[in-house]
């Protein structure tokens, strides 16, 4: 079910991420290939921002992240994951989880190592293996309904594996590992001393209300785990850049030993800012409020595509909603950005080799403003897809 993928060197390709946007703008479409929000942040961060003083506030903080907002994501992690991490010597903050993403797998990946990856997965796993001298290993999943398995990874796993990256809640398949799934992975940890990198930036919208699940509840040995997650999908503000990364205190000094030569420190004020919201009483309340209304709006979408002669599914997590075209997917896309003036992604872009299962499905990024929702159903409906 895995291959090994291609070497460190390999060359550098512009990301779908930069190149779907920009074709997308060139023709006015609506850009739902992105997971990007076209309004927010919540008013409470913005609020927040407003309230940081001048002075020190506005210079460098301490490179694993300013004492405040660590103290209070390990007050927001305890509340939340029902774990207690130590905040000077377990949490770094980073540019965003893409950064705390780059900074754990190169700490823990040398040259000639293996990662698992778990597909589809997001474009920038696969790279930062490479970049850190690895390659990659895929299972490789067709479908939301299909389940990681203990003898599937198993199969996976060779002397040179050190780490497996998952993304749950999972983009883009729109769920979470469930308890067997998560049992597997710990179980991989355990015994070959595999680290499991999660990255969790859509923990807290899970639409169907479910509680969240993560990789600090299911790995018990803090030197095997490392939790990544933002501010960027739980409040809407994508362009802040805060990020985090939580694991045990060796592999927090070596990931910190990575981030203060790689941008050092994320801005200062909005660190602040992102404390002081992770930290007010009516927090639990507001991300609540986001998850039912993300929900709703994610919902009616899909129900809007399947009455344009889409056949798509309403995620369980987050806010992609995949349809299947009914013809191959990358074609479709570039025919709709152009034609129709809509901007989708090919499921195609989230897998190292073809999945015959996933050629004529996209993903729709939902998290936009309903009249831009609207916009897109009008533009599909008038088109003849």
Partial sequence: MGTAASAAGAAVTESVFVRIPALAARHGAVNLAQGVFDHGPEEALLSALAGVGGGPEHQYAPSPGHPALRAALARHIHRHDGVTVDPDGEVTVTVGATEALHCAITALVRSGDEVILVEPAYEQYAPAVRSAGGTTRALRLSSAGERVTAEALEALVTPATRAIVVNSP????????????????????????????????????????????GVLEAVHDPELRVKVSSVSKTFAATGWRIGWAVAGPELTRRIRAVHQFLTFCPSTPMQLATATVLDAPDTPAMLERRARELGERVGGFAAELCDVGLSATAPDCGFFVL????????????????????????????????????????RFAACKRPETLAEAIRRLRSFPA
């Fill in 323 to 362: 349809a299947d075209v009914g013809e191959d997917a990358e074609r479709w896309c570039d025919r709709m950005i152009v034609d129709a003036g809509v901007a989708a992604l090919p499921m195609s872009v989230f897998y190292s080799e073809p999945v015959a299962e996933m050629v004529s499905v996209v």
């Fill in 170 to 213: 999972w983009n883009p398949l729109g769920r979470g590992l469930d308890p067997d799934e998560w049992r597997a992975v710990a179980d991989l940890a355990a015994r070959h001393g595999v680290v499991v990198v999660s990255d969790e930036t859509y923990e807290h919208l899970n639409l169907d209300g479910a509680p969240h699940h």
